[in-house]
T-cell receptor, first 111, second 115 residues
Framework: QKEVEQDPGPLSVPEGAIVSLNCTYS??????FMWYRQYSRKGPELLMY????GNKEDGRFTAQVDKSSKYISLFIRDSQPSDSATYLC???????????FGTGTRLTVIP | ETGVTQSPTHLIKTRGQQVTLRCSSQ?????VSWYQQALGQGPQFIFQ???????GRGNFPPRFSGLQFPNYSSELNVNALELDDSALYLC??????????????FGPGTRLTVL
C-alpha cells in the first residue's frame, strides 16, 4: 500500500466552479500535510500546509485534514483558468521535509 | 533573493553510464532534498543533506549518492544508469531556523532520459 493515495484525474471544470481535490494516507504518524501546485515543466510550489487536523484558509483555497479518517482535502473556490495545473498532496512525519507525495491530480479550468 | 537553481535542464544518457546533477539552494537555506518524479507520478524522496551530512534516505539503491558543499549547494550522482532512471529530478531547499515546519522550495528540475 502506498503511503499517500490520490486520484490522478484528469479533472475538468468550468470557470467559477468549486473544485474538490482529495487524498488518503496510511500512516497515522504523519503530522504535516501540504498541497503543492505544479505547472507543466516546473517544480512544485507550496500552496498550503497544515499541521495535524483542522482547516486552513488562504484566499480562494481551503485545506482540510481529518486525521481520524486519514483524509486530506483541498477546495478551490471561484476557480480560474490560471488554476489549471497538477495538484499534489504530500505528508511528512517530522517536519524535516522527507515528503511522501500523492500521484497528483491534473486540473483544467475551462474559460 | 535567488531561488533554487538546477543544472543541466535536460540530459540524455545511455544505460550503464554515470550522471551528476547539480543544485544551488536558495540563499540562507542549509538543507537540500532530492526527489525523483517519473512521468505521471508524484515526486519520490531520494535523500536529504543537512550541513554536508546525509540526513534521511528514501527507498533508493546505493548507486544513487549525493554530496553537499560548504556553500550548501548539492550534487546528485547516479551510477550504472537504468532505463527506469528516466525522470525529472527535483531539488528542494529549506532552512532549519526553528523546530517547527520549514517551507521547502523546489527548483525547476533536471529532465534525465536514459536510452
Amino acid at each position: 500500500q502506498k503511503e499517500v493515495e490520490q486520484d490522478p484525474g484528469p479533472l475538468s471544470v468550468p470557470e467559477g466552479a468549486i473544485v474538490s481535490l482529495n487524498c488518503t494516507y496510511s500512516n497515522s504518524a504523519f503530522q504535516y500535510f501540504m498541497w503543492y501546485r505544479q505547472y507543466s515543466r516546473k517544480g512544485p510550489e507550496l500552496l498550503m500546509y497544515t499541521y495535524s487536523s483542522g482547516n486552513k484558509e488562504d484566499g480562494r483555497f481551503t485545506a482540510q485534514v481529518d486525521k481520524s479518517s486519514k483524509y486530506i482535502s483541498l477546495f478551490i473556490r471561484d476557480s480560474q483558468p490560471s488554476d489549471s495545473a497538477t495538484y499534489l498532496c504530500a505528508t511528512d512525519q517530522t517536519g524535516a521535509n522527507n515528503l511522501f507525495f500523492g500521484t497528483g491530480t491534473r486540473l483544467t479550468v475551462i474559460p | 533573493e535567488t531561488g533554487v537553481t538546477q543544472s543541466p535542464t535536460h540530459l540524455i544518457k545511455t544505460r550503464g553510464q554515470q550522471v551528476t546533477l547539480r543544485c544551488s539552494s536558495q540563499s540562507g537555506h542549509n538543507t537540500v532534498s532530492w526527489y525523483q518524479q517519473a512521468l505521471g507520478q508524484g515526486p519520490q524522496f531520494i535523500f536529504q543533506y543537512y550541513r554536508e551530512e546525509e540526513n534521511g534516505r528514501g527507498n533508493f539503491p546505493p548507486r544513487f549518492s549525493g554530496l553537499q558543499f560548504p556553500n550548501y549547494s548539492s550534487e546528485l550522482n547516479v551510477n550504472a544508469l537504468e532505463l527506469d532512471d528516466s525522470a525529472l529530478y527535483l531539488c528542494a531547499s529549506s532552512g532549519r531556523k526553528s523546530p517547527s515546519y520549514n517551507e521547502q522550495f523546489f527548483g525547476p528540475g533536471t529532465r534525465l532520459t536514459v536510452l
